[in-house]
Structure formats: C-alpha cells, structure tokens
C-alpha cells in the first residue's frame, strides 16, 4: 500500500488564508507597555537604536565587574586522595541529580499540554520553557543570597551573584565535621546553586498549570521572577537557610513546604484571581474542557517519576548509602499513589480515570518528599495512599468552590505538600508521634506550614494584585476563545498536521 500526496493548486488558498488569519490575530491595546516601548523605540534614529544592545553589555559588564570573583581552585593540598575522590563522587552526585530535576520542566511541559487544549499548547510550552532561564537568572541574581547567604533568622543579606564565600549552612550537613578543621565544606558552591536553582524553578513552574489558558505571558513570566526572586527564597531561608524554622527543628528533607506548598499556594491564588476558563461553570456546575493529548500528559507523568530520583535522592547532597533508601521510598510513594487514586475514582467518579491515575503519582510522591530520609517503607507506603485518596478529593473541592486549575497543581502541589510535611510529625522512625516520638515534632511541622502558607499567601497575592491593577492579568474573552496560541505567540502547535491526518483518513477538513 502507498500513499501519494496531492500538493495542487488547490491547497495554496488554504494556505494564504491561514497566514491571513495570522495576521488578523487580535493584537495587544496601545496603551500596553509593550506598545509604548515599542513607539518610542521605532522614533528613534538607527544610530540611537544600535546604542541599545551597547548600553546592555556595558551595564553587565558593570555589574560582573562589581561582583567579580576569582575562579574556583584546586581541593586543599591537606587532603587525602581518599577525601579528595570523596568529594569528586559527591560533586558528580549532586551534578546528575540537579540534571535530573531540570529534566522536570519537560515532563511539566508534556503534562500540562496534554492536559490542557489543543489551541493552548504553544502558550503552555513557552512558559514551562521560558521559566526556567527566568529563574535561572533570578536565583542566581538575588535569590540564591536571599536563601542561603548570611543574614538573620528570617532573610539572607549576601551572595548575590554567588559572589563571596559558601554560606549555605543547611547544604553542608552532609559533611558536618568532616572537614571543620580544613575550613571546607565538600560540595562547592556551584554544585550547590546548580541544585538548588532547579527546586525554584520547579516552584515557578507548578503556577504554570494552575493559571493555564488564560493568563497573559508577560504578566506569567513577571510572576515568576518575583516569586523566583523574593518570595520562594525568604521562605526558603527559613527552612533550608539556617533560619528561625530550622533552628526549631523544622524538616523538611526534599521540599514538602520549601518547593511544593510554597507552588502551591501561589498557584491558588493566581487560580483565584484569574478567575475560571470561560464555560467552565455552567450554572454553578463544573463542565469539563478535555485535555486534548493524554497520550503526552502520560509521557510527562512518567518522566517527572523518574526525575524524581534527582529530586528526593538528590537531596543528600552526598553520594552516601541513604540514597537508595530515599530512592525505594520515593518509588513506594508514587506506586501507592497510583493505586488507592485509581481504586477511589474509580469508586467515587464511576471511571478508572487516566487524569486521577496521573495526578495520584504525583501525589504520592510529593507526600513523601519531605521525609523521605526518615520513613520506614511501611511508612511511605501509608504516606503515599493516603496522598493519592486526597488528590481526588481535592480536585472535586476545587471544582464545587470554583477554582479552576486545569491540571491540579493545587491538588497535587499544594495539599499534598501539606499533607507530607504534616506526615513527618507522624511517621519520623525517631521523632513521629506514632513512633512513640510525641507531639513536640508534629507540632513544629504544623508551625511551618502555616507560616510558610501565609507568607506566600500574602506575597503572591501583593504580586498578583499589583500585575492586574497594571497590566491586566488575563487576556481578553476573545483571545482566549481563538486561543493563546495564536493570539499570544502567533503560531499553532500542530499547523497544518491534524488537517492533512484527517484529509488522508477521510475525515474531511
């Protein structure tokens, strides 16, 4: 059997009168800040244009100069080679599991685009993607100093730029005494805001999908940057910086509270200002818009299973005997996730449904992350079932109070990050209230979720009223009916791909 394709002269108008649309796609107000920039831009002569790009190196140039530093060196001389391929294996380590959680924003990608529909997809893809460079420069501008330089309790005032000495105290536990008496702290530095610049744009990218198919680029990427930049890294300071949380004896291993609530919680309230997707309530009933690729959210599932191996194990810091433990959890996790969300959909819905199935794997493992160092197998186990059973029923929640988010981020991200970081005050094989450890533990658990939730409560809705009294932070009932795709980036996922499949099938146009 073979196939002939028939490029006539027939199909040129088709194609003319999709470039047409194109044009024709509804264009931005004047009165944005885009246009203005753009008018006055376009009135200058070409000779003050070419000073544009010129005056941006120079002001780079200047800021390198200020924050200037001089280039790793070799290990202490003093050191075995013992201690030297020690370190070597562990900055290899951290290296391949930082790798590993970057690797997250394609599985992100692919699960946010399955999920959502078809003429939103390029939109969703050049988020998940712009992201993390986003992040990547604001973590390391401002971020990564907020978080781990030396400070207070409760903010961090150096290493901007990672300029000056290792002052992230939290990170070198795993060579607590070790090398005090070199002044050396195994991991350097670098492997170190590798790392850690990969959990803050996991962070930024879980509000992704809760304000999909609706939200303005430019406003989504400027989000980002503040939350990048200011409130995930205070928060952060407090649990992983050496901060008021840590020195009461917060745990949070892997980022229960640090990563996914702080996500979380920014997500719901972007969700709630944005408002939901048109039709999605009709007469106080949720109506389902359909993800148009499960085929892709699946992919994307699976992949995020797997760079979780990065995230979870990764957060040793050092290539020692708990990593696989930390890798056996994380796995119980997610498998007991799948299960108990596939059996209560399939209870509660009528259906074994794939969305439930992926969304209780995350839920899984996110329950177990932020004590994934300190559960016993029979723990997680229990952790990740109970992960899974919430994740449908807080998807359902949100649809009855009208907060529309649609992947389940919130679901996922933000109530199971509670629920696992609660989970430590019970499970902890030490300090667990039902491992004979009391309250004391699960009292200082909750302590972090509430404060770390109301902080970024407060934060993100300053950030997210602020962008909407200037900008506007949805598109226009229009745009969002021709989709972002076109009207935000001018251009479709699959052009011209599912029109030719479905002429060959007989399906028609």
Known sequence: MTFKLNFSQNSKPKYRRRRSSLRNAPQRPENSIFEKLSSTIGKLTPSWKACIPLASIMVLLSAYSAVAQAPPGDLPETLTDTEQLRIGLDTMWVVIASILVIFMNAGFAMLETGFCRQKNAVNILAKNLIVFALATVAFWAIGFGLMFGDGNPFIGFSGFFLAGPDNSPAMGEAYAGVFDSLNWTGVPLAAKFLFQVAFAGTAATIVSGAVAERIKFLDFLIFSLLLVGIAYPLTGHWVWGGGWLATLGFIDFAGCTAVHSVGGWAALMGAAFLGPRLGRYQDGRPVALPGHNMSIATLGCLILWVCWFGFNPGSTMAA????????????????????????????????????????????????????????????????????????????????????????????????NGIWGTIAVGLFHVEKGLFYGGGLAQLGIQLLGVVSVGGMTVLLSTIFWLVLKSLLGIRVTEDEELKGLDIAEHGMEAYSGFLKDNRGMAGGGP
């Open 320 to 415: 020692n005997h708990t990593i696989a433990h930390i890798a056996v959890v994380t796995n119980i996790g997610g498998a007991m996730g799948a299960i108990s969300a596939t059996i209560v959909a399939w209870m509660y819905l009528g259906k074994p449904d794939l969305s439930m199935i992926i969304n209780g794997i995350l839920a899984g493992l996110v329950g177990v992350t932020a004590g994934c160092n300190v559960y016993s197998l029979f723990g997680a186990a229990i952790i990740g079932t109970i992960a899974g059973i919430l994740v449908v029923f807080a998807v359902t929640f949100f649809d009855n109070i009208q907060i529309d988010d649609p992947v389940g981020a919130t679901s996922v991200h933000l109530v």
